[in-house]
């Protein structure tokens, strides 16, 4: 029994049996084989069985970072990403905080390094072969697209979509739907009407400090459809820019949302006084109205100071605009700044 | 509270039920003491911690780092629920499948569809019953979660390796 007692581990209750059993048996044998002679047999072959199974602990081998060379290939240990593992990395390693004083925990059983994603299969020599790799399916750029202004003035119109990269069973991001268009509006083919008319129908897609116009489409599933639409879009409003409507026909000078010097009387009256005062003879009013401002010495800047001063409102600037540029045009002086 | 109680017992509408009401609130400061994620100072100071325990959880991103490394946390990131769910169930089949062989928090790392596990084990049981568990885990799990499961285990001899600090 203190043999029991002493071999007696937890969890090994038929390990226990087995040595109490071999125990009491050995006993028995013992004592016959003072009392007789002749060797018993053994039909049930009680001994062998009763051999205790001893667990055998497999050798532990030692670690692979051992045993490299230093000239080998690295990316042949580590092909790709994986948790950082310490028989595998032959750095001297550590990880964690510790009070002052003391050594960071070792690369072994330490949970940290596995946490923190490392970058073990980018190595600058496994990238460079990478990239070697994959030349073969690269074409060189086209040499006349050299710079900015040459791209942008073969190919006007910009598309902007997004592509979504994340951990998740499916590879599907609902935003990646989204498609922008962009593209200049000087770009466009547009006279004077119709890209007025173009401003009216894209609204505050129109970004007038950039002169982009800007169409973005969400409302397909699907990034093709987007695209699809958002093309659409744009050569839908460029030609309906272009279509003039019998209604167009019947705007007046009152309708005019802002100031065209062209149709008003004061374009009339600077003909007319022109006409005058270089003694020419008077005009009809059709005629006054095909005249071109710039047979009139200083007549562009008189036209752009008017229509500057009412479609820009009345400001200092405006009104000393217009002070100069009718001055250069009935010749007066210059006016001078009371000191 | 004190100003209920206050009022109960000043109330002039209902004198005989002011002992009453008075006697019903029971108040004391809250105790806002943080418990979670931390453990106790033993008598005989030897209770075993892994760094993992020994910082608490506002360590975290300080001196240890997250669990669970995915893109459903971040600023719209999708798949929120799905994935905490999905990671509390791989952490509880782990523990219980290598049952008393986990020596530290069972880490899960996902990049695309691929879930990567990583986990200190114990060498209790030879290697073949482990390259078994190896192979089930990941054949169960990738079956249940519907992507690709890779196990990445490190082997410890005893649970002392882990050990930080006896506290």
Redo the contacts between chains.
Sequence with gaps: MSLFIRNYKPGSVYNAQIIWRYHSNKVDMAKKEEEEEFRVLDILKTRTRLQKKVARR?D?QPDRSEKMKTDQNWGNVWPG???F??SSVPLPMRQ??VPKGQAP?GK?????L????NFLHLTPPVIKMQCEAIKKFCTPWPELLNNEEAIEKNYPVEIITSDY???????R?P?SRIATLRIKLSDLKLDKHARDKFLRLVGDKYNESTDLVTITADRCPIRKQNLDYVNYLLTACYYESWNVEDWEKDKTLEDMEYYDFDQNPSKANLVSWFMRVSKKGDLSDEEIKVFDINNIPHGPEYKKAVSDLFNNSESDQTLQDYDAAVRKLLGLPEKKVAQ | MNNIIKFAQSATILPQWSPIFASQFHTSSALCRVVSGKYRITKKRDKPL???MA?PPH?IA??????S????SLK????KSE?AVEDEFIRRFITGTWHGLV???V?I?????HI?V?V?IR?AV??TKMYFLLGYSEEMLSNW???PVTL?L?T??SYQ??V?KYI
Aim: hydrophobic fraction near 25%; include cysteine.
């Design positions: 497999t532990i990403p994986r948790s593992h310490p964690g905080y925990p072994k059983a330490n949970a940290e596995m946490k923190v994603p990269c994340h951990a998740s069973p499916t590879i991001n935003l | 892994t760094y993992e910082n360590y300080h001196r240890k780092s997250w669990n490394w995915n893109t459903s719209d990131g999708l798949r994935t020596c530290s928090e880490i790392k996902r990049q695309f569809n990567r990583a200190i060498r030879s290697p979660i519907q992507c990445e490190q410890v001899d390796d882990v930080f």
